[in-house]
């Protein structure tokens, strides 16, 4: 078994809104007049209405999940995933006793910061941002929800950001630590920058300890995106499944998983899982595309997302009992089994569309695209945007002002970013 998380104590009331939670988990980072407040509206209702309503959200319609997103019509855009993890986040949330408007926003905002070019641009981003601290799109995300996106401002005109509670933005950091703050962890969820919002919403917890809300958002996404990058594949006809029976093309598929994505279970354990996987018969034996065969993948969604929940829901109350759980009270348990499975899942998609040779050639491209819409901006500051341009004129140095560009640059969708650098003359 595996856990993740923080410890604490907490309840739950009717209809997963959440009775368990205190006055300090509702707090705002900047109070809010109570006239404006409608008396109808949860605090956490409130944090979910601002994620669906703002900009950053919208941008993820045309941002890479794993596939363009002009290049199929079945397949995937960062806002659709993310749909899809609120969803399955604020079920899963509301069966262990989490708030489901806490689960739900967190899970909407999981994906804000991330990029033009899903990963790659992040990689991308990271390296031209290495001296002023990098760039992670977790840490992005939450510069968006303290800083980028507008709603609320301090007193002396600095942006608040969406001004979301404190127990939905705590589900929102996946990763509660700044680089270099835990040895042996590459990725982080605060900029220097931010430590500020960053200090005041954890409140004295330690760096590292996670609260259940954030673990629930994290696990939601890692089976969605493991379940749904498999159909997705199928359906555009990148995966042929009966390949997924050829001993070398499982062999690939196996070596991938151990070594990107569960490299402290055994090689025997990874085998196992893509065995059970198989022999669920979940998984088409072939795919025409017609709407039986659209139906039976569908099926094949449902009952491994359901499978993959159910376990460490399972799992979780073996350890902590029925009562309801949130924040800190306790660890979401995941089963090592089911994470072999899920981990299967990711090296299939990894193996048969994201390493591919024509995607070797595309990740270049957008790589170059990158390097140059930051070089063209810092170039030219005029051509950032107005929010951006009067965050570059108030910046203290070079440091400072080279970060408002990485902030334009991650602000781009795809669509954008291409449409750019054609007219700049640099794609």
């Known amino acids: 078994m595996t856990m993740v998380g923080g410890m604490g104590a907490g309840g739950t009331g009717a209809g ?14 900047l109070p809010e007049d109570p006239a404006v407040k409608r008396s109808d509206r949860d605090d956490f209702a409130r944090d979910r209405g601002r994620l669906i309503h703002s900009a950053s959200l919208r941008r993820l319609a045309a941002k890479t999940q794993v596939v363009s997103p002009d290049s199929d019509d079945f397949v995937r855009n960062r806002l659709t995933h993310s749909l899809e993890v609120a969803q399955i986040a604020r079920e899963f949330g509301i069966a262990l006793g989490c708030n489901g408007d806490v689960v739900d926003a967190a899970a909407l905002a999981h994906d804000l910061g991330h990029p033009p070019f899903g990963h790659n641009g992040e990689g991308a981003l990271d390296a031209v941002a290495a001296g002023i601290g990098g760039f992670e799109g977790n840490a992005q995300t939450f510069r968006l929800l303290t800083r980028l996106e ?6 002396d005109g600095r942006s608040a950001g969406l001004n979301l509670t404190r127990a939905t933005l705590d589900a929102a950091t996946k990763y509660p630590w700044g680089r270099g703050w835990l040895p042996g962890s590459p990725k982080f969820g605060v900029y220097a920058d931010d430590r500020d919002a960053y200090a005041w919403m954890r409140a004295g917890r330690a760096d590292g300890e996670r609260c259940l809300e954030a673990d629930v958002m994290d696990w939601s996404d890692d089976v969605a995106y493991s379940v749904h990058d498999v159909e997705d594949a199928i359906a555009s006809r990148r995966l042929d499944p009966r390949r997924l029976r050829d001993s070398a093309e499982a062999g690939a598929v196996l070596a991938i998983a151990q070594g990107a994505y569960a490299a402290d279970l055994t090689a025997d354990a990874i085998a196992a899982a893509l065995d059970r996987l198989l022999a669920l018969e979940v998984v088409p034996a072939a795919y025409g595309g017609t709407r039986g065969d659209l139906a039976a993948l569908k099926d094949m969604t449902s009952r491994l997302i359901g499978r993959f929940v159910s376990a460490s829901e399972s799992a979780t109350r073996d350890r902590f009992g029925d009562g309801p759980l949130v924040r800190y009270g306790a660890r979401l348990v995941v089963p090592d ?10 090296a299939v998609a990894a193996h048969f569309v994201m390493n591919v040779g024509e995607r070797r050639s595309q990740l270049e491209r957008e790589r170059a695209v990158i390097d140059g819409l930051v070089a063209g901006y810092q170039a030219d500051p005029t051509r950032l945007d107005v929010e951006e341009q009067a965050d570059f004129a108030a910046a203290a140095d070079d440091a400072a002002r080279q970060r408002v560009v990485v902030d334009q640059v991650a602000s781009l969708s795809d669509i954008r970013a291409w449409s750019v650098a054609r007219a700049w003359g640099i794609a």
């Open 16 to 29: 997963g809104m959440g009775s368990g939670y205190s006055a300090a988990d509702r707090e705002r980072w």
């Open 150 to 155: 507008a709603k609320r401002a301090h007193a």
């Open 337 to 346: 089994e089911t994470r072999a499975e899920c981990a299967v899942l990711k």
